[in-house]
């Protein structure tokens, strides 16, 4: 069993920053692919970011793809999301994920464990 548990949400204005963290329980931790997504209220979740159990690989959705970095730090089982240059269009709750598997996909039926999720707010 895996807990996820993110922080570092909160209200921002347009073309500010914000560093979501997801701590991970689990001494299996580095073995997993993580995930971050989002859902806008009446949307469908949707990916953000994914990354390899070892951090080589990194994937983005294309909407936010050179504004969010995602990384991880296997020591401390948790995984970031530094987001820059945010738009009102990122207003969303942020889950973490993780994958039992390796790879990394993008679909969020195949990710195992989801966090609470933590709420972004961008104001223009």
């Known amino acids: 069993q895996v807990q996820l548990v993110e922080s570092g949400g909160g209200l921002v204005q347009v073309g500010g920053s914000l560093r979501l963290s997801c701590a991970a329980s689990g001494r299996t931790f580095s073995s997993y692919a993580m995930g971050w997504f989002r859902q806008a209220p009446g949307k469908e979740r949707e990916f953000v970011a994914a990354?390899?159990?070892?951090?080589?690989?990194?994937y983005y959705a294309d909407s936010v793809k050179g504004r969010f970095t995602i990384s991880r730090d296997n020591a401390k089982n948790t995984v970031y999301l530094q987001m820059n240059s945010l738009k009102p269009e990122d207003t969303a709750v942020y889950y973490c994920?993780?994958?039992?598997?390796?790879?990394?996909?993008?679909?969020?039926?195949?990710?195992?464990?989801w966090g609470q999720g933590t709420q972004v707010t961008v104001s223009s």
């Open positions: 990354i390899s159990w070892s951090g080589d690989s990194t």
């Open positions: 994920a993780a994958r039992t598997l390796a790879a990394v996909v993008v679909r969020p039926r195949a990710y195992d464990y």
